[in-house]
Each structure stands twice: as C-alpha cells, then as structure tokens.
C-alpha cells in the first residue's frame, strides 16, 4: 500500500479483555514503531523494531503489552487484560532508515477504547 | 519535569500572519529535531527535520535550532486555514525513539 496501514481503526474493549492492533508498514521499510498517544498529549514512545526484531522496548508500560514482528513486515501490538488507562491511540510508523527515525512514516492510528 | 516542554495552545491567529511554535528540551544528547502536522483523527506527518543547530527552511516553514540555550522553534508564514492543526516538536539523541513534546493546538481563521 502508499502508506503505514493499521487496523483496526476503532476498537472497544471491556476491563479485562485481550486485544491485537495490527500494523502494515509501507513496502520495503525494516524499521517499524509502535507508539500511544493519550488525549492531549504527544505520542509516546513503545517499542522498536529493526526487522523482525525487537531493538528497543523500554517504553513497553508493563509486561501485559507485547509486540511481534515475525516476517519483518506486519507488526501486531498484543494487550492483556486490560484496564481502563489503556485507552489511547495506538499509532505505528515505518521507516526505510536503520539508527534513524528522522524519516518515519506514521499510520492514522488505531483508537481503543476499554470500557 | 518532561524532557520536552511544548506549550499546548490553543494559539489562534487570523490569515496570512506569521506563526511561531516553540519547545524547549532538557536532554543535551538531543542531536535530531522535527516538526510534526497533526490534524485530527490522523497520525502526525513530518514537516521539518533539523540535524544540530542553524536554521532550514521549506516554503512557508522555517525550522530553527539553539542546541545552547535548548530551544527549538517552527515559524510558519503567511498561514492559511489548512495549517490549522496540532504541531508536535519531537527528538532523538541518535536512536529510534522519538521523544515528542505535548502539541500545539493551531487555528488559523480567514
């Protein structure tokens, strides 16, 4: 596709529920990240990805979050039992640059919502 | 005290006048500075990208760099109703992380 594509773009959950949020990066791009963005504020950073795997995860909040990326390309963001302050856009971008970030692409998010 | 302070707005200005957007940093490691446009329900899209200190310009946008006093800012000139949107400041120290300020709320009204 043209651009970083994420799916769903809406997703409401109950307290508690089990999510995936998937990302197709644009063609060809080896590094992918996946950040939140809370009402308000700026996209805060989670996890980094230079091909199929995870080069950075420190801004994973805690061990409920999990992101994949088994054939370098479709990035899944998994959430356990989650709770009501996960709520956020999860936003994933694309770059075609490895060590730099300054050329990264960023797909329209997805919403979630837990209820 | 967040490692990128951006004021949040909203900053509300008539056309055609010359707009200044700023962040101030705390991380001297900081060597790559950007400006994102974010319009609502989308994801943020790169507008300038600044290596150190100087200056980068591109059309109506300006891109300025203090790498000593810490401060960074975007003018935009001659601003139109589309450039109403939220601009985020975002940095990295050499890494794939980005650290992003909170935004500024921009409406640009005819």
């Known amino acids: 596709g043209a651009g970083v594509s994420q799916t769903p773009s809406n997703k409401v959950t109950e307290k508690g529920k089990y999510v995936e949020l998937r990302c197709d990066p644009i063609?060809?791009?080896?590094?992918l990240y996946w950040y939140r963005q809370s009402l308000g504020q700026g996209p805060e950073f989670l996890i980094y990805?230079?091909?199929?795997?995870?080069?950075?995860d420190s801004g994973l909040p805690n061990d409920r979050f999990f992101a994949v990326r088994p054939e370098g390309s479709v990035s899944t963001l998994k959430i356990q039992r989650t709770e009501r302050g996960d709520s956020a856009v999860y936003l994933c971008?694309?770059?075609?640059?490895?060590?730099?970030?300054?050329?990264?692409?960023f797909g329209q998010g997805t919403r979630l919502t837990v209820v | 005290q967040k490692e990128v302070e951006q004021d949040p707005g909203p900053l509300s200005v008539p056309e055609g006048a010359i707009v200044s957007l700023n962040c101030t940093y705390s991380?001297?490691?900081?060597?790559?500075f950007m400006w994102y446009r974010q319009y609502s329900r989308k994801g943020p899209e790169l507008l300038m990208y600044?290596?150190?200190?100087g200056n980068k310009e591109d059309g109506r946008f300006t891109a300025q760099v203090d790498k000593s006093s810490k401060y960074i800012s975007l003018f935009i000139r001659d601003s139109q109703p589309s450039d109403s949107a939220t601009y985020l400041c975002?940095?990295?120290?050499?890494?794939?992380?980005?650290?992003f300020g909170a935004g500024t709320r921009l409406a640009v009204h005819p």
């Open positions: 600044t290596y150190s200190s």
């Open positions: 990805f230079q091909g199929t795997g995870a080069a950075d």
């Open positions: 971008a694309s770059s075609a640059k490895q060590g730099l970030n300054t050329e990264a692409f």
């Open positions: 991380n001297s490691a900081f060597q790559y």
């Open positions: 063609s060809g791009h080896t590094a």
């Open positions: 975002a940095m990295a120290g050499g890494y794939n992380k980005l650290i």
